[in-house]
């Protein structure tokens, strides 16, 4: 058996072919506009950011962790809103904190 971050059982729900576990968090997402496409906290510290995340849980954008301020993990971790996806048009891209990886 292994064991996830929070000790319950992933092997129980892991996908086809050893693939991650699902992340539930995707599930529990509402449907949140984003925001101007801009990092509040760097134009107000008068830095630029290289990559810009939406919170999929309520739509708050800011850099992300590249970035020197990476006010993206910070909104994460004042909130637990636990989705962001890269604001890029068309990508795909999102990365569940809790999981620590893509989803």
């Known amino acids: 058996m292994t064991l996830d971050a ?52 309520c739509g708050w954008v800011a850099c992300s962790d590249d970035a020197r301020g990476g006010h993206a993990k910070a909104h994460y971790q004042e909130t637990d809103h636990p989705v962001v996806a890269a604001l890029d048009p068309g990508s795909t891209w999102r990365w569940c904190y809790v999981h620590r990886r893509t989803v």
């Open 6 to 57: 929070e000790g319950t059982n992933a092997t129980a729900r892991a996908g086809l072919n050893g693939q991650a576990p699902r992340c539930d968090h995707i599930d529990l997402l509402p449907a949140a506009e984003p925001g101007l496409p801009e990092c509040k906290e760097c134009l107000a510290a008068g830095r630029t950011w290289t990559r810009l995340l939406v919170c999929l849980t």
